[in-house]
């Protein structure tokens, strides 16, 4: 559903992104490893459309969507959970959520039902759904950020690291989540500094490295690699 060809990516001079090819099928969950600063929040964006590419050519399900905006993106079915949540922390958790649905949804019952089943999904939430986003701890936003992003009914869900910061216990059931997420049919593009974890619920996996996709496997070639393990996994 998804192909990048040839992606450049620039910061000024600076090229964070260097001839990026990849292909994600429908209801797939894709992990993408990297250290930091390797270009994975560079990749998402550019897929996004927060970043428009230098150079090659992004489509979906066939359709050219190179340089086009984040609304059009949207419009596609490509959902972005920002790294470091990025929510309202004064606005309540179902203003919050609602807000994931804002840009280009307009069937009102439609997007009850989502959240509704948002909701079920994410029970803490529906108990603290008045609060402000603000007072929740760190796993509860992070359900919060992931739940906004699932009011946009994503085909692809991009997810940049819902880890980070979180307690193990919490960070299981993040993965947990995510794995429910992706069986229900939404295909999903993970980047994650835990790559263990990330690649026991993946179909295939990426490496990003300077820019560069240097890697791809499927679950077991990546489990089973000792590059991989020795730079992502440890021991
Ligand atoms: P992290 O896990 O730390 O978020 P990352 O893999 O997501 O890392 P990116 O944030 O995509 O990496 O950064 C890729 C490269 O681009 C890095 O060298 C970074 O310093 C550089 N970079 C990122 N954002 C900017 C920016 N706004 N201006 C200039 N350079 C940037």
Do not use: W
């Not at 089943?117 to 509860?140: N, T, V």
């Not at 991009?158 to 910061?165: A, H, K, V």
């Not at 429910?180 to 990330?198: D, F, H, K, P, W």
């Amino acid at each position: 559903m998804l192909k990048l060809e040839g992606v450049d990516a620039k910061y000024d001079s600076f090229k964070a992104l260097d001839d990026v090819s990849l292909e994600i099928d429908a209801g797939e969950l894709v992990v993408l490893l990297g250290a930091n600063g390797a270009g994975k929040t560079t990749l998402f964006n550019t897929i996004s459309g927060l970043m428009k590419p230098a150079a090659g050519r992004i489509t979906i399900d066939g359709k050219d969507v190179t340089g086009r905006k984040p609304s059009a993106l949207v419009q596609a079915g490509v959902v972005q959970c920002p790294e470091g949540r990025k929510l309202f922390p004064g606005m309540s958790v179902l203003k919050n959520l609602r807000l994931g649905g804002y840009v280009h949804r307009r069937d009102r019952a439609g997007m009850n039902r989502t959240l509704e089943h948002i909701l079920a999904m994410f029970p803490i939430l529906e108990e603290k759904k008045d609060q402000p986003a603000g007072s929740l701890s760190g796993g509860q936003q992070q359900m919060v950020a992931v739940g906004r992003a699932l009011m946009g009914r994503p085909k692809l869900l991009m997810l940049d690291e819902p880890s980070l910061g979180l307690a193990p216990l919490v960070v299981k059931q993040v993965f947990e989540t995510v794995k429910s997420i992706n069986a229900e049919g939404t295909t999903v593009l993970l980047a994650e500094q835990n790559a263990y974890a990330a690649l026991k619920i993946a179909n295939r996996a990426y490496v990003i490295e300077n820019g560069k996709l240097v890697m791809q496997g499927d679950r077991d070639e990546m489990l089973g690699n000792e590059a991989v393990r020795k730079a992502y996994i440890g021991a």
